[in-house]
Nanobody
Framework: QVQLVESGGGLVQAGGSLRLSCVAS????????MGWYRQAPGSQRELVAY???????TYADSVKGRFTISRDNAQNTVHLQMNSLKPEDTAVYYC????????????????WGQGTRVTVSS
């Protein structure tokens, strides 16, 4: 089992910044991919920023230039630095990852965190 715990959400005024963190724990041999999604009220969950299995980074067009994803592989952690926040960034932010959970490298597991709420006031 792999557990993901997010932190760092909250209420901020438009133009402000927040930094989200996600720590993965459990039987993790390696991380294949890891990053952030969000879901606004009445909307589908969407990708925000993600480290892909090939090691590259993908950002949603709506956050490019404002959000930065980073990771600490030794700590199984990813961060999302969110600057110049807008009211439309208001959502629950979810951490997601794909983890190798056995020594052979053949078994992987996809996991989601419980989410952390970000509210941006205008």
């Amino acid at each position: 089992q792999v557990q993901l715990v997010e932190s760092g959400g909250g209420l901020v005024q438009a133009g402000g910044s927040l930094r989200l963190s996600c720590v993965a724990s459990g039987s993790i041999f390696s991380i294949r991919a890891m990053g952030w999604y969000r879901q606004a009220p009445g909307s589908q969950r969407e990708l925000v920023a993600y480290f892909t299995s090939g090691g590259s980074v993908t950002y949603a067009d709506s956050v490019k230039g404002r959000f930065t994803i980073s990771r600490d592989n030794a700590q199984n952690t990813v961060h999302l630095q969110m600057n110049s926040l807008k009211p439309e960034d208001t959502a629950v932010y979810y951490c997601n990852g794909n983890f190798v959970v056995d020594y052979s490298g053949d078994v992987s597991k996809d996991s989601w965190g419980q989410g952390t709420r970000v509210t941006v006031s205008s």
